[in-house]
């Protein structure tokens, strides 16, 4: 099982990203999908989330309107687009997938991307 993120990097304030989370060794199709940052100075915080066929995503506060989730499960991935990004976005987002299924649950980490806003 693997989740690899990519796209991050360094962008100047108001820049955008997309960042992509490539997904093998599980049923992708069947599971919800999240985007997860985790920052020296505010710890761990849930950013974005999408259910298995993609009719249904979710964010964070701070992040409606500037952030869109979206998947492909034809290509196994899930990606991050992020627009208007400020200092405060620097972090390393990480991919998640979660799967409850009989009450037996299953999730999978990738190891991250760093996306650092700066001028």
């Known amino acids: 099982v693997q989740l690899v993120e990519s796209g991050g990097g360094l962008v100047q304030p108001g820049g955008s990203l997309r960042l992509f989370c490539a997904a093998s060794?599980?049923?992708?199709?069947?599971?919800?999908m999240s985007w997860v940052r985790h920052s020296p100075g505010k710890g761990l915080e849930w950013v974005s989330a999408?259910?298995?066929?993609?009719?249904?995503?979710s964010y964070a506060d701070s992040m409606k309107g500037r952030f869109t989730i979206s998947r492909d499960n034809a290509k196994n991935t899930v990606y991050l687009d992020m627009s208007s990004l400020k200092p405060d976005d620097t972090a390393v987002y990480y991919c998640?997938?979660?799967?409850?299924?009989?009450?037996?649950?299953?999730?999978?980490w990738g190891l991250g991307t760093q996306v650092t806003v700066s001028s």
């Open positions: 998640h997938a979660d799967q409850l299924v009989s009450g037996s649950r299953n999730d999978y």
């Open positions: 999408i259910n298995s066929g993609g009719g249904s995503t």
């Open positions: 060794g599980f049923t992708f199709s069947s599971y919800y």
